[in-house]
Structures are given as structure tokens and as C-alpha cells.
């Protein structure tokens, strides 16, 4: 491990640390709580000379992902980062991105919406943007935040992919919070993994003027949206070739999705972001009471894992997912239920799914929340429910 | 001296008291950063709200021999570390688990802290922080000292890296002075 210094970083500075080591060339940001401090860290690294990158001050978030999305398309390697209102803002502009196919990759420190007015962390931002076509990934530690953030720059790259990125994590829990993170001493190894190439996609350049993001007249438009479609498709394997990759490059291992305590299980919790590490504990916890469940977490949400879910749902008799957004007036209000409900339908699977809406503006989520859900299951099984008909609100007043 | 009060415990939880501006924030972050020097496993978060000088502020030390994986919030701390006497008992002592350790920062003798709190199932330490803070920083920046009291009642990071996070945090001179004054606290607590 040499090669890596273990230091103390929120989830905002192992993002601000990755955007440093994979040496990004432009930043363009706009700050808001609980993002703020990604940047200020990147601007320290630009004043101190670490990082070699202009960084683009711009009046309103709609601004930074617009200067991004101009500046990824000369071929630059862009970073932004963002959350709550601020993604609301870019929203017009997370689809030009991915529609002008641009690798442009973006941290979300996660927070709730506006009104009323909450700076608190959940998920409403990020699953806002579910239809965008970016790849969407959440991860539940600093570490994580690091090392997702340079998977991201490897597979929106990729020439069969060119898809924008994003990296979510807990606001404030995660954002704010100190862990012990392992950077690299040295950005070397990082760039021998994500290596700055001449850029795979058609870029501007006066010398050779192109015209990007024209009309697309009802005969091409299908055509374009089709190719994001095969774009996405293709980001399973890339992102799976990412993965395996970087474990084997750095010994830290990763997947689509993580899992804990499985084996013997027959009923696992599906969260995702911080909330997965409270349920990992609330499971070592519930073991020793005698009550054997696992957990899973949910750590690419766009492409969506259905091939490694259904690995793990396949053998189980419930899963319990819990949500941190709420999607209004929907078939089943939690985004991640609903999506799971439509794998295990799709595939015949028998079992039951119990839907949870929890830690929404940032209500807090103990361990002993986490097993009486778990024990709220138990009975519903007891009584023969196999699909909540709604969400459990969980805690709600 | 033997104040190791928490060596059977494989993890701590800490909660800082204080009021904007006094660095409970900055403490409890040096603190986790000190154990993470050190090798063992840790978390440091404020509490999130309005941040504004003089207002009751609240952050929070998580450290263990073993990796942390939980996100929730502490409620129930083990120890309580109060940088304000000036604050509501009532508000400090919130949660302090039976056998927890307060850690005050206070002129009062320990059995006036006693009678203050109301508890008898505690074991409380006391230190005049503002004292030291202001013969050596000639301000009421109490926060390092309150680290060094820290450091000597629950000894689970030792003072060099605690030393060694502030020379990280501070110009080298604030540092220093800051480091003294820490010295100083870790000599003059007194525990019951």
C-alpha cells in the first residue's frame, strides 16, 4: 500500500481529491450546501499548483453545466459538482449533455428539495434525474466517492459508451463527515488507469469547425436517442470491465452492487448511499438477537444492475428496500422499489418485496430503525403481504 | 494517574458542546484526524444548521479499533465534552449514557458540576480551559486545551498525534501555543 496515503477526508475532499489525481482540465461549479467544500478544495489545489485546471467562476448552476458541456466538447476533461436546487437548475442541461454525449462527470453531495426550504441530506435530487442518461452511481463511503469518481472518468470515456457521469453521496452525513480515505501519494498510478487520450469524441476545434447539437429533424432524432440507448446498454460491461480493473489494479473491490451477510439469508435490505453502512451494522446486530438477514446496496442505479440483483433476489424470500426519495403519485412511490418490482416481474421471480420510505430530508435512521423495518417485514409476511400496496412511511409524523 | 476509563470499550462515541466561533467543530475533527494517524478508524461531523457565532453548536467524534460503518447520528454519546459551561446542563447531558464521562470546562469544583447535572450514574472531569486558554493564547480559544483534557480522561488516541493533527490544521506558531495549551489541560484536569 505504498503507493497510498491514508488521510482523514469528508466524501466532499475524496471528491475534490479525485478530480485532482485524475488531473481534470476545467471546472465549472457554483457553490451550494452541502457541496460547497468540493470546491473550495479544488480551488486550493489549482492556487497551490497541484492541479493544473481552469475553473470557470459562473453566476448559477444552469452556467456550470453549460461552460462544462463547452468545454467537454473541445475535448477537455471537465468536473462539476452540485446538489439539491443547484441539479434542478442544471436539469435542461444533464440532457445536453448526454445527449451531445459528452464524459463529463459530476459529484452530488445528495440533499433534499426545496420547499420547504431543507439544506439536509436525501436522495430527491439524484433520482429527479433518472430519465437524463447519465451513469448514476452512489456510494456509501469517502472512499467510495474517491475511487467511484475515477471508475466514472473511465467508463463516460469509454469510445462505446461517451455518456456523462455522476457520483452521489449522502449531504452532510457523508458530506461532512471525516473517515479515513487512502489517496494516491502519487496521481501516476490514477492516470495509468484513466490515461488522458486523445479524446474518442468528435470535438470543436476552429481549425476544423464541426457543428455539434444541431436540429434533429423527426427522421434523426429517434436515431440519436436510440444510440444513447445502446450507449447505456453498453456501459454495463465497460462499467463491469471498470470494475474489475481497478480491483485488481488497487485491491479494493467493487461491483454494481455490494452485499452483506447473504450467505443463509433469505431476506436482505436494499438501500443505498450512507444508509447502506447503518443497515450493515443494524445486521450485525440483529445476528446476535438470533435474526439472520443480509444486506444489499444498491451502487449503480443507471445502467440499472438487474443481472447482479437478480443473482441474490433470485434465492431470496423478501427483499426490503428501503427508499430516500419519494416518487409522487407513482405505481409504488420508492424510485428503487418500483425498479426492482419491474426485474423480479420481468423474470417470474416469488419474491415478495416490501417498499420503505425512510431518512427523507434527513430524518434520522438508527440501527434499531433499520431491524423493527425488518420485524414490520416479518409480520407483513406473517399476514401474506408479498407487495406493499404502498410505501411504509417510516417515521413519518 | 490512571483515568483509562474507556479502554474496555472498542468503540467511542463523543459529543462536543460548545458555541460558534469556541472550535467544538474543529476539535472533534482534529481528534478523529489524530486516530486516523494513528491507524485506528474514525468519524468527525457538526452538527448541520445554522452556523453563526455564539450560537449552541454541537459536533460529534466517532473512534474505533474496528471499521466504522454506520451513518447514523450519535444520540447516545459516552462522553460529553462541554467547552461552554455557560450552556443548559440539560442540553449537555441529553443521552450521556449511564457510566458515560462528562468533560467540562469550568471554574466549578466537581461537586458543583454534580449538583448542577443531576446525575450520579456519571463520572464527570473538569478543567478551567478558559484559564489556560487565555495566560497562553491570550484569547478563549479553548478548544486544544479541551483536546488535552480529553487526551488524559479518555486515553484512546495518544497526544502525539492529536499534536501532530494540529501542527496539520495551524500556522506553525498558533500551532505550537495551541499544542502548549493542550499540554497544559492534559496536566490539569482533574476527575471524579
Given at each position: 500500500?505504498?503507493?497510498?496515503?491514508?488521510?482523514?477526508?469528508?466524501?466532499?475532499?475524496?471528491?475534490?481529491?479525485?478530480?485532482?489525481?485524475?488531473?481534470?482540465?476545467?471546472?465549472?461549479?457554483?457553490?451550494?450546501?452541502?457541496?460547497?467544500?468540493?470546491?473550495?478544495?479544488?480551488?486550493?489545489?489549482?492556487?497551490?499548483?497541484?492541479?493544473?485546471?481552469?475553473?470557470?467562476?459562473?453566476?448559477?448552476?444552469?452556467?456550470?453545466?453549460?461552460?462544462?458541456?463547452?468545454?467537454?466538447?473541445?475535448?477537455?476533461?471537465?468536473?462539476?459538482?452540485?446538489?439539491?436546487?443547484?441539479?434542478?437548475?442544471?436539469?435542461?442541461?444533464?440532457?445536453?449533455?448526454?445527449?451531445?454525449?459528452?464524459?463529463?462527470?459530476?459529484?452530488?453531495?445528495?440533499?433534499?428539495?426545496?420547499?420547504?426550504?431543507?439544506?439536509?441530506?436525501?436522495?430527491?435530487?439524484?433520482?429527479?434525474?433518472?430519465?437524463?442518461?447519465?451513469?448514476?452511481?452512489?456510494?456509501?463511503?469517502?472512499?467510495?466517492?474517491?475511487?467511484?469518481?475515477?471508475?466514472?472518468?473511465?467508463?463516460?470515456?469509454?469510445?462505446?459508451?461517451?455518456?456523462?457521469?455522476?457520483?452521489?453521496?449522502?449531504?452532510?452525513?457523508?458530506?461532512?463527515?471525516?473517515?479515513?480515505?487512502?489517496?494516491?501519494?502519487?496521481?501516476?498510478?490514477?492516470?495509468?488507469?484513466?490515461?488522458?487520450?486523445?479524446?474518442?469524441?468528435?470535438?470543436?476545434?476552429?481549425?476544423?469547425?464541426?457543428?455539434?447539437?444541431?436540429?434533429?429533424?423527426?427522421?434523426?432524432?429517434?436515431?440519436?436517442?436510440?444510440?444513447?440507448?445502446?450507449?447505456?446498454?453498453?456501459?454495463?460491461?465497460?462499467?463491469?470491465?471498470?470494475?474489475?480493473?481497478?480491483?485488481?489494479?488497487?485491491?479494493?473491490?467493487?461491483?454494481?452492487?455490494?452485499?452483506?451477510?447473504?450467505?443463509?439469508?433469505d431476506i436482505a435490505i436494499l438501500t443505498?448511499?450512507?444508509?447502506?453502512?447503518?443497515?450493515?451494522?443494524?445486521?450485525?446486530?440483529?445476528?446476535?438477537?438470533?435474526?439472520?438477514v443480509g444486506t444489499i446496496?444498491?451502487?449503480?442505479?443507471?445502467?440499472?444492475?438487474?443481472?447482479?440483483l437478480?443473482?441474490i433476489l433470485?434465492?431470496l424470500k423478501a427483499v426490503i428496500v428501503i427508499?430516500?426519495?419519494?416518487?409522487?403519485?407513482?405505481?409504488?412511490?420508492?424510485?428503487v422499489a418500483?425498479?426492482v418490482l419491474?426485474s423480479v416481474?420481468?423474470?417470474?421471480l416469488?419474491t415478495a418485496l416490501h417498499s420503505?420510505?425512510?431518512?427523507?430530508?434527513?430524518?434520522?435512521?438508527?440501527?434499531?430503525?433499520?431491524?423493527?423495518?425488518?420485524?414490520?417485514s416479518?409480520?407483513?409476511?406473517?399476514?401474506?403481504?408479498?407487495i406493499?400496496?404502498?410505501?411504509?412511511?417510516?417515521?413519518?409524523? | 494517574?490512571?483515568?483509562?476509563?474507556?479502554?474496555?470499550?472498542?468503540?467511542?462515541?463523543?459529543?462536543?458542546?460548545?458555541?460558534?466561533?469556541?472550535?467544538?467543530?474543529?476539535?472533534?475533527?482534529?481528534?478523529?484526524?489524530?486516530?486516523?494517524?494513528?491507524?485506528?478508524?474514525?468519524?468527525?461531523?457538526?452538527?448541520?444548521?445554522?452556523?453563526?457565532?455564539?450560537?449552541?453548536?454541537?459536533?460529534?467524534?466517532?473512534?474505533?479499533?474496528?471499521?466504522?460503518?454506520?451513518?447514523?447520528?450519535?444520540?447516545?454519546?459516552?462522553?460529553?465534552?462541554?467547552?461552554?459551561?455557560?450552556?443548559?446542563?440539560?442540553?449537555?447531558?441529553?443521552?450521556?449514557?449511564?457510566?458515560?464521562?462528562?468533560?467540562?470546562?469550568?471554574?466549578?469544583?466537581?461537586?458543583?458540576?454534580?449538583?448542577?447535572?443531576?446525575?450520579?450514574?456519571?463520572?464527570?472531569?473538569?478543567?478551567?480551559?478558559?484559564?489556560?486558554?487565555?495566560?497562553?493564547?491570550?484569547?478563549?480559544?479553548?478548544?486544544?486545551?479541551?483536546?488535552?483534557?480529553?487526551?488524559?480522561?479518555?486515553?484512546?488516541?495518544?497526544?502525539?498525534?492529536?499534536?501532530?493533527?494540529?501542527?496539520?490544521?495551524?500556522?506553525?506558531?498558533?500551532?505550537?501555543?495551541?499544542?502548549?495549551?493542550?499540554?497544559?489541560?492534559?496536566?490539569?484536569?482533574?476527575?471524579?
Open positions: 500500500m505504498s503507493e497510498w496515503i491514508r488521510i482523514p477526508l469528508t466524501s466532499n475532499y475524496a471528491a475534490a481529491y479525485a478530480a485532482k489525481d485524475v488531473d481534470v482540465d476545467v471546472v465549472a461549479a457554483y457553490p451550494i450546501t452541502p457541496q460547497t467544500p468540493v470546491v473550495e478544495r479544488i480551488a486550493e489545489f489549482i492556487a497551490n499548483g497541484e492541479l493544473q485546471a481552469e475553473m470557470i467562476h459562473v453566476e448559477s448552476e444552469h452556467t456550470a453545466l453549460s461552460a462544462c458541456i463547452g468545454a467537454a466538447a473541445t475535448g477537455a476533461r471537465v468536473f462539476t459538482a452540485t446538489s439539491a436546487q443547484g441539479l434542478e437548475l442544471m436539469h435542461e442541461l444533464l440532457f445536453i449533455a448526454s445527449g451531445l454525449r459528452l464524459p463529463i462527470v459530476m459529484a452530488i453531495a445528495a440533499r433534499a428539495l426545496s420547499a420547504p426550504l431543507s439544506i439536509w441530506g436525501d436522495y430527491s435530487d439524484v433520482m429527479a434525474t433518472r430519465d437524463s442518461s447519465w451513469i448514476t452511481m452512489i456510494a456509501s463511503t469517502a472512499q467510495e466517492v474517491y475511487d467511484s469518481i475515477i471508475q466514472a472518468y473511465k467508463a463516460a470515456e469509454h469510445s462505446d459508451v461517451l455518456l456523462p457521469a455522476m457520483v452521489a453521496y449522502d449531504g452532510f452525513m457523508m458530506s461532512h463527515t471525516y473517515e479515513p480515505v487512502y489517496v494516491a501519494k502519487d496521481r501516476s498510478i490514477i492516470l495509468e488507469f484513466v490515461p488522458k487520450k486523445k479524446p474518442s469524441w468528435n470535438i470543436l476545434d476552429p481549425d476544423k469547425p464541426i457543428t455539434i447539437g444541431a436540429v434533429g429533424n423527426p427522421d434523426w432524432y429517434y436515431e440519436f436517442k436510440y444510440q444513447q440507448v445502446v450507449a447505456m446498454e453498453n456501459s454495463r460491461s465497460v462499467l463491469r470491465q471498470v470494475f474489475e480493473e481497478f480491483s485488481k489494479k488497487f485491491g479494493r473491490w467493487y461491483n454494481f452492487i455490494e452485499t452483506y451477510n447473504m450467505d443463509g439469508s443505498y448511499g450512507g444508509l447502506y453502512g447503518t443497515a450493515i451494522e443494524a445486521v450485525d446486530i440483529m445476528k446476535k438477537q438470533g435474526l439472520n446496496k444498491l451502487r449503480v442505479f443507471r445502467p440499472w444492475p438487474e443481472e447482479e437478480l443473482k433470485k434465492s427508499d430516500r426519495a419519494i416518487s409522487f403519485g407513482a405505481a409504488l412511490e420508492g424510485p418500483m425498479e419491474t416481474y420481468k423474470k417470474g416469488s420503505y420510505i425512510a431518512s427523507i430530508g434527513q430524518r434520522a435512521v438508527m440501527e434499531e430503525d433499520i431491524i423493527a423495518i425488518v420485524k414490520k416479518l409480520e407483513l409476511l406473517e399476514k401474506g403481504v408479498v406493499t400496496e404502498k410505501p411504509v412511511y417510516w417515521g413519518v409524523r | 494517574m490512571k483515568w483509562y476509563f474507556m479502554l474496555n470499550l472498542k468503540r467511542v462515541e463523543i459529543r462536543w458542546h460548545g458555541r460558534g466561533g469556541q472550535g467544538a467543530v474543529t476539535a472533534a475533527t482534529i481528534l478523529a484526524e489524530a486516530a486516523i494517524y494513528q491507524g485506528k478508524h474514525a468519524q468527525a461531523y457538526p452538527e448541520f444548521g445554522a452556523e453563526r457565532r455564539g450560537a449552541p453548536v454541537r459536533a460529534y467524534t466517532r473512534i474505533s479499533d474496528t471499521p466504522i460503518y454506520t451513518k447514523a447520528p450519535i444520540t447516545e454519546p459516552d462522553v460529553v465534552v462541554v467547552l461552554d459551561s455557560s450552556l443548559s446542563s440539560s442540553i449537555y447531558i441529553e443521552g450521556l449514557k449511564k457510566n458515560g464521562i462528562l468533560i467540562i470546562n469550568t471554574k466549578k469544583s466537581i461537586s458543583e458540576i454534580k449538583k448542577d447535572v443531576s446525575r450520579d450514574d456519571i463520572k464527570i472531569a473538569r478543567v478551567d480551559a478558559t484559564k489556560i486558554a487565555l495566560e497562553i493564547l491570550k484569547a478563549p480559544f479553548v478548544n486544544m486545551a479541551m483536546l488535552g483534557a480529553v487526551a488524559k480522561v479518555i486515553p484512546v488516541v495518544d497526544v502525539m498525534y492529536i499534536e501532530e493533527a494540529i501542527r496539520e490544521s495551524f500556522r506553525p506558531k498558533i500551532a505550537e501555543a495551541n499544542i502548549q495549551a493542550l499540554r497544559r489541560a492534559y496536566n490539569e484536569v482533574e476527575v471524579a
